[in-house]
């Protein structure tokens, strides 16, 4: 296909030339056809991409391409379950790949056999990966004798390739080679011995990256330890290490100088030597001094550990890892103190991520100072979110850069949860249910990104956007404008050209690639990601909608943030912001109209009940001015104005306490001489009927004071005056003697105490005491007796009698 677009092109190019020179033009042709000639031969299943040539479905030997385009450095064959069982020797002997230094032959499914020259002709190559032929068993033990400069040999997933026909390829051989990878090998057998033939197959190679996950059991001798002496990366993920049983004593893993060492999902009780909470610092001094530390997975997620501990170091000789990750291990309690003045200065960056847990001790973070990167995400920390521990988590790590809080269900973070790390550039919060955030962030001024994506936030509060604000203003006063890219991988703090191309190659690829895109940030300043919230539109957010659409914070995917209006999601855009505003506006309008109707109407009542209350004032000192005048006349109705009820056995209490005040408090009110109170002892007349006197006396007075004690109520002619008083309507303020027990009062009497309010007296030891004072019980005396005159005189002026004193 390729050739019939060649000469294609080349015919229309011919055409356009005089046709007078056709000689000319037919040797322009041939020389042409000469060039392409060579490119035409390859498979039309091939690409190339740069200096990278990719064939894929390879079918066939004769699919095999035997000369490449110029300049091809780098080759991927990828073949299928259709090719014979072993490759033909001298298929790259061709010029063209003498300059091949990568070669990678993929999933050839059926093949089971390299021989011994299949690799003749590739003298210059460096990198070979023969990965996941499923039936590759068998590779002749000179097969790498034409390729000597081999320094990365990739031999992945070849589940029936035996670790002995590696070893026989490679004893002897390969002096360069410095990256060996042998990822779910020999899955056919018991399992992997690192034993003598191993290292006799390594002895001279400089191996710095061995790789041999996803083994089901790898055997490790005692004296295996010089075969790590040199290695910069060990991977044993998701295998199953056997170790010696006395490998504390043979073997001296703490001079071991790793750098990077994957323990991922090996298996808890293999592991259960260097994280047992038994005597933790000896045993942590054996761990290989590893600068990048994965013991992730390592327990069963249905055995959860509760640490509760107290560890006392007199010297802090004990080397950690810069980058430790124990994710996923059901660590649910981590109460862990350490006594003394340790502080493991090395440890950087800490992942206790989807552990379940629901508490981490600060004292546990205290001790790493130069902590700058922590993930606490997929926890349940929501179980410690109201505790001081929480808000104090992160006091003393001032170093601390970048914080992964996502997924632990927290509904509220304490304002000043990170008020002492000024170095804060990452804030991840995502996948919470936090209805309302307000942290202070005023010394955050490094911050970069803050994410609240997936949380249940209506806005954000005043004082977040004024922060944001300041922290933006205050970047770019210092940063003069000039703006910077950052990126944060937080698996990527290796050395890739240290690792190799296919590092954590054990991984699964879809999780690898979900975990970047979710921990991975181009940032300029300060960015906000708050997409996939419950936002609302309405007037109590109308300055957060405002704020999302003018300012000038890089909010993440800004144009899909929407908001419930109504009962529908509408994207924050300007027609919605004017939208809701003319609804406030409308709201407003209609909530000032409303206000000024009820203030009009308020006014109008408070002015109503204050001209009756004046006139109700009025009314009380004109009818006490008549009382004063009624009173002051010689020929008056009324020759009393108080008829004072009491009981003979009460007179001496009366005459010394009672009527004397009642006697001096009217006279001063009514400047008058003469006394205003009747009483029976002195107004009854001789030799006439107790009950007619009763009844003349309380003619000829206002008010009828009855002063009840329990005597009183035993009495029956005081019984009778508080019915004859209630028969002629007189105005009642009775006096009663404190702790007087009424209930068997006759009916009369009871309703008068529940009808009127009363003064209250008591005589302990000769001391009288009443409670309201006198000044107060003659005003409501004069007020019901100013009442009563005016009742009088209306009735006067109705009904008028020639008998005046009868009420």
Request: glycine content about 2%.
């Amino acid at each position: 296909m390729a050739f019939v677009v060649e000469l294609r092109v080349i015919s229309n190019t011919i055409q356009e030339y005089d046709r007078q020179v056709i000689v000319w033009n037919v040797i322009l042709f041939l020389s042409i056809l000469l060039t392409v000639s060579p490119i035409c031969e390859a498979n039309s299943n091939c690409t190339v991409n740069g200096n990278h040539y990719i064939c894929s479905s390879i079918d066939s030997q004769t699919d095999f391409p035997l000369v490449l385009p110029t300049n091809v450095r780098k080759v991927t064959l990828m073949g299928t379950n259709e090719l014979d069982e072993s490759f033909l020797a001298r298929r790259f002997n061709s010029q063209k790949w003498a300059n091949v230094s990568d070669l990678s032959i993929l999933e050839f499914t059926n093949m089971k056999h390299i021989k011994e020259e299949f690799l003749a002709g590739l003298e210059q190559l460096k990198f070979l990966s023969i990965s996941s032929c499923t039936n590759f068993d068998e590779i002749d033990k000179d097969i790498f004798c034409s390729t000597p400069n081999i320094e990365a040999l990739h031999l992945d997933e070849n589940t029936r390739l035996r670790i002995s026909v590696v070893e026989a390829a490679l004893i002897d051989k390969l002096n360069n080679l410095r990256y060996l990878s042998l990822i779910g090998i020999q899955a056919i057998e018991q399992h992997i011995v690192l034993g003598d033939n191993f290292m006799r197959a390594l002895r001279g190679k400089n191996l710095t990256y061995l790789d041999i996950s996803r083994v089901p059991a790898i055997f490790i001798p005692n004296d295996v330890t010089m075969l790590f002496t040199n290695l910069k990366y060990l991977n044993l993920s998701y295998s199953k290490p056997v170790w010696p049983h006395d490998m504390k004593v043979n073997m001296n893993l703490s001079s071991l100088n790793i750098n990077v060492f994957d323990l991922t999902g090996v298996q808890y009780s293999m592991l259960k030597y260097w994280i047992n909470d038994g005597e933790l610092p000896s045993k942590l001094a054996d761990i290989p001094k590893a600068t990048y530390m994965y013991i992730q997975g390592v327990n069963n997620q249905n055995n959860q550990i509760s640490f509760n501990a107290r560890y006392s170091f007199e010297n802090c000789g004990i080397k950690v890892p810069k980058m430790l990750d124990i994710s996923k291990n059901s660590f649910k309690h981590l109460n862990i103190s350490f006594i003394g003045n340790c502080r493991l200065h090395e440890l950087e960056t800490l992942n206790l991520a989807s552990n379940n847990m629901d508490y981490i001790s600060p004292n546990l973070l205290n001790i790493l100072p130069s902590l700058k990167i922590i993930d606490l995400s997929n926890n349940q920390l929501i179980k410690m979110q109201d505790m001081d521990d929480f808000s104090n988590m992160f006091s003393e790590n001032k170093d601390l850069e970048i914080v992964f809080l996502r997924n632990n269900h927290f509904t509220v973070i304490k304002p000043n949860v990170f008020i002492f790390n000024s170095k804060l550039r990452i804030i991840d919060l995502s996948e919470n249910e936090l209805a309302y955030f307000n942290i202070n962030l005023i010394n955050a001024e490094n911050l970069t990104l803050i994410n609240l994506r997936w949380n249940k936030l209506k806005s954000l509060s005043a004082s977040m956007m004024e922060q944001f604000e300041t922290i933006l203003w205050k970047q770019k006063a210092e940063h003069n404008n000039i703006t910077y890219v950052t990126t944060v991988l937080i698996k990527q703090f290796q050395d890739n050209n240290l690792i190799g191309r296919q590092y954590r190659y054990g991984y699964n690829a879809s999780e690898e690639k979900k975990f970047e895109e979710s921990h991975s940030v181009i940032q300029q300043y300060v960015m906000i990601n708050i997409l996939e919230n419950q936002f609302m539109c309405d007037c109590d957010t109308l300055v957060f909608l405002e704020w999302l659409l003018f300012t000038n914070i890089d909010i993440v995917n800004k144009k899909v943030l929407s908001c419930k209006y109504g009962n529908n999601e509408k994207f924050v855009n300007n027609e919605l912001l004017q939208i809701v505003q003319t609804d406030c506006r409308l709201a407003i309008t209609i909530s000032v109209g409303v206000a000024s109707s009820i203030a009009i109407i308020i006014s109008i009542f408070t002015i109503a009940i204050t001209i009756r209350l004046r006139r109700k004032l009025d009314r009380r000192n004109q009818d006490l001015e008549h009382l004063k005048q009624e009173i002051l006349q010689e020929n008056t109705n009324f020759e009393f104005l108080i008829f004072l009820s009491y009981c003979s056995r009460d007179a001496q209490i009366v005459d010394d306490n009672i009527l004397p005040s009642l006697n001096r408090c009217l006279r001063e009110t009514f400047n008058t001489g003469r006394d205003l109170v009747c009483t029976g002892e002195d107004s009854f007349v001789p030799g006439m009927r107790i009950i007619e006197e009763i009844h003349r006396c309380i003619n000829e007075c206002l008010v009828v004071i009855p002063v009840i004690t329990p005597a009183f109520l035993e009495s029956e002619w005081s019984q009778a005056e508080c019915i004859a008083a209630v028969e002629r309507h007189k105005k009642v303020v009775i006096l009663m003697k404190k702790h007087t027990d009424t209930s068997k009062a006759i009916a009369t009497i009871r309703n008068l105490i529940g009808q009127y309010t009363r003064g209250s007296w008591s005589d302990n030891e000769g001391v009288f005491d009443i409670r309201p004072s006198w000044n107060t019980i003659c005003e409501g005396i004069i007020r019901a007796a100013s009442e009563a005159f005016r009742q009088h005189r209306n009735q006067q002026l109705i009904e008028p009698t020639e008998d005046n004193h009868v009420v």
